[in-house]
């Protein structure tokens, strides 16, 4: 069966810091990927996904970034993290041709 | 674009009763599918139904229940027998099979179920 992981489950970084979240999924090969951000008592907002390795496509220009160096990897980046950074960041994948979407346990992130 | 749009930010129900859920979406596509998502306090995304347009009998899981118009661009969610369980918030969400491969999202709305 189909498992997706996220770490870190919780992050309080400092304003100016760098963030890597990394997403991974097991026991399927080249599914979709695709992060979103959710503010507090909020909806979800795509922030990027990607169909291949290699190919990031990006919803929301802002100071993050996201890179999948491996089929089944996802990772969520920034360089300087501000303070309107802070939410639930959530991972999701999806079978190819398929459109359910199955969802990490997501990552709390408060920048202070 | 297609828009998904959930106007009750908030809803509260006694347990045992029944609720309903609604949302509407804006697409000119004729073949989507629609979802229901449900996100406890745990914060996990559970789906709980899932509508394909083409069908135009309504989508059933146990207790949930969708009513789908088509023509109305309509797609609320019912959900019979209220547990505590079901406090959660609820997200609609939109997927256009012939472009891309996305799901939009309402920006749900907080149902509470009260003893």
């Known amino acids: 069966s189909q498992t997706i992981h996220q770490w870190p489950a919780t992050l309080v970084q400092p304003v100016g810091s760098p963030l890597s979240l990394e997403c991974t999924v097991e026991?399927?090969?080249?599914?979709?990927l695709y992060w979103y951000r959710q503010a507090a008592g909020r909806g979800l907002q795509l922030l990027f996904y990607?169909?291949?390795?290699?190919?990031i496509s990006s919803e929301v220009p802002q100071n993050l970034s996201a890179s999948r160096p491996q089929d089944r990897q996802f990772i969520l980046s920034s360089k300087k993290l501000l303070l309107s950074d802070s939410g639930f960041y959530l991972c999701?994948?999806?079978?190819?041709?398929?459109?359910?979407?199955?969802f990490g346990p997501g990552t709390r992130l408060t920048v202070l | 674009a297609q828009t998904v749009t959930q106007s009750q930010p908030e809803m509260s129900v006694q347990e045992a009763e029944t609720v309903t859920l609604s949302c509407t979406y804006d697409?000119?596509?004729?073949?989507?599918?629609l979802f229901w998502y449900k996100q406890p306090p745990s914060r996990q995304m559970i789906l709980v139904i899932r509508q394909e347009a083409y069908k135009q009998q309504n989508a059933t899981e146990n207790r949930f229940s969708v009513n789908f118009q088509k023509a109305a661009k309509s797609f609320s969610l019912k959900i019979s027998d209220s547990q505590l369980g079901d406090t959660a918030m609820y997200f609609c969400a939109f997927y256009d099979r012939g472009g891309s491969e996305k799901l939009v999202f309402g920006k749900g709305m907080k149902l509470t179920v009260n003893p």
């Open positions: 697409t000119s596509e004729s073949n989507y599918y």
């Open positions: 990607s169909v291949g390795i290699g190919q």
């Open positions: 026991g399927t090969s080249n599914p979709n």
């Open positions: 999701a994948w999806t079978p190819k041709g398929w459109n359910e979407q199955f």
